[in-house]
């Protein structure tokens, strides 16, 4: 089983519609969770930052986190067009002093007019 | 904002050549990290850096190695390019907070 797992998708949505994109984790010492974007052929670019369980609100964006599931979820109110793209989960721990990050593969998003 | 730059935003090398790959960050971070990026494997790291001078192995080192001379510049050096090298690179630089990725690099070897 992966430390981080992310459906690939495509996940393929009409213009307005509340997409819901998701991680599930295995590593309980997770403490930290960004969501990035990434338009092809480009970097990924970060989207939200939580720590530990709990919402945070960004705009159309909506982070959640459930530790107690080990599940993360980005929420995007009325998509655009322009919100298509791949949203990968990164999550990691300061155990051992660590900062390296573990990714998800990235789920494929599709927002059509 | 922070700002992390790659040299080069598409390459094309020759099978046995020595390549290198710059990455610039603006924001005095300690953490750099080098990856790699195909369809359907997802990002996996190569090298990191915690610190001028100090390196460490990723998941995925073989036919790489690195150099961190300043902590702003962390380099890839493949030491013999190969096909199987032909990929999207991406450096990322950060403290924590979230990690800043530059644009970039899409190497092909031919």
């Known amino acids: 089983q992966k430390e981080v797992e992310q459906d690939p998708g495509p996940l393929s949505v009409p213009e307005g519609a509340i997409v819901s994109l998701n991680c599930t984790y295995s590593n309980s010492a997770f403490q930290y969770f960004m969501w990035y974007r990434q338009y092809s052929r480009k970097g990924p670019e970060l989207l939200m930052y939580?720590?530990?369980?709990g919402n945070k609100e960004d705009g159309r964006f909506t982070a959640q986190v459930d530790k107690s599931s080990k599940y993360i979820s980005l929420f995007i109110r009325d998509s655009q067009p322009s919100d298509s793209a791949t949203y990968l989960c990164?999550?990691?721990?300061?155990?051992?002093?660590?900062?390296?990050?573990?990714f998800g593969r990235g789920t494929s998003l599709i927002v059509h007019p | 904002d922070v700002k992390v730059t790659q040299s080069s935003r598409y390459l094309v090398k020759r099978t046995g050549e020595k390549v290198f790959l710059e990455c610039v960050q603006d924001?005095?971070?300690?953490?750099m990290f080098w990856y790699r990026q195909d369809p359907g494997l997802g990002l996996r790291l190569i090298y990191f850096?915690?610190?001028?001078?100090?390196?460490e192995k990723g998941d995925i080192p073989e036919g790489y190695s690195v150099s961190r001379e300043k902590k702003e510049r962390f380099s890839l050096i493949l030491e013999s390019a190969s096909t199987n090298q032909t990929s999207m690179y991406l450096c990322?630089?950060?403290?924590?907070?979230?990690?800043?990725f530059g644009s970039g690099t899409r190497l092909t070897v031919v």
């Open positions: 990322a630089s950060g403290q924590g907070r979230g990690y800043t």
């Open positions: 939580t720590y530990s369980s």
């Open positions: 990164a999550m990691w721990s300061r155990a051992g002093g660590s900062y390296i990050p573990t």
């Open positions: 850096s915690y610190d001028v001078k100090m390196k």
């Open positions: 924001m005095d971070h300690e953490n």
